[in-house]
């Protein structure tokens, strides 16, 4: 499918959900990235987490430019001038940033799951979505190699790396799952051949996290919950996340350049 052959009603309305979700999940979590700007434990992981920052906010702003060209809202709008009701991404990401090992746990299984599902895009029969696909995950796939062997590092490290990096998993894993929650429309849209198998993605994501985690790391993967609340409900960290990120642009509604 090209970009000059047109989606049917439903299909447009669910990938606008779904570019929509994809961003969110990548806004709010570049936003924790960035509260380590000036804190990190060293120089060079100061701005290396900056940087998958910055493409995490690059990786949203192709989806939500994707969005608009499909009748979506400008994407500061989105970005800025949603309430957290209003917002998709998933508990995962907004939980705060707690210590280094909860950050880069977080972003580790975050990451693989994202790199898994634009690998598996680039494939997709619509061609723009494609194109933002084989753009991203180059990156996504540094994000995996650098979050892999931190969390690895930290696993291995001393007794007290150890105890935190498993603290994290233990609190991060019941909620990774939500990663691989469908919307609305996304079975019509994966027959099609328009998104990826989702439940393909989370099998590889669960063999590539559990090897990774408990063979390399000698983690211990702790209880999931068999269900996951909906994208539409959140944690209380959310909508003082979002009242710091749109501060400015509320303050200043009028600006033109920033």
């Known amino acids: 499918m090209t970009a000059t052959q047109a ?3 439903a299909q447009t309305q669910a990938l606008l959900l779904k570019l929509t979700v994809l961003a969110d999940d990548e806004i709010i979590l570049a936003h ?3 509260e380590w700007t000036g804190h990190a434990p060293i120089l060079e992981e100061d701005i290396a987490l900056a ?5 995490e906010l690059g990786h949203a702003g192709m989806y939500l430019t994707l969005a608009q060209s499909l009748g979506g809202s400008d994407p500061d709008h989105v970005a800025f001038w949603r309430g957290p009701d209003d917002y998709r991404n998933t508990r995962l ?3 705060p940033k707690g210590d280094w090992a909860f950050t880069m746990v977080r972003q580790f299984l975050y990451d693989t799951s994202e790199a898994l599902w634009l690998e598996a895009a680039t494939s997709s029969t619509y061609a723009p979505l494609a194109e933002i696909a084989a753009k991203a995950v180059r990156e996504e796939k540094f994000h995996v190699q650098h979050t892999a062997l931190w969390v690895e590092r930290l696993a291995l490290g001393t007794p007290e790396s150890e105890r935190r990096t498993q603290a994290a998993l233990t609190e991060l894993w019941p909620h990774a799952a939500q990663l691989f929650q469908p919307i609305q429309g996304e079975a019509e849209l994966t027959a099609a051949g328009i998104l990826p198998d989702l439940n393909a993605a989370h099998a590889r994501w669960t063999d590539l996290v559990t090897r990774h985690l408990t063979q390399k790391c000698g983690l211990t993967l702790p209880d999931a919950p068999d269900t996951q609340p909906g994208r539409d409900t959140h944690t209380p960290h959310l909508a003082p996340l979002l009242e710091e990120m749109q501060s400015v642009a509320r303050e ?3 600006a033109e350049v920033w």
């Open 32 to 34: 924790r990235c960035g």
């Open 51 to 55: 940087n998958i920052a910055q493409d």
């Open 93 to 95: 990401v907004e939980l």
């Open 7 to 9: 989606l049917t009603g």
């Open 252 to 254: 200043h509604p009028d």
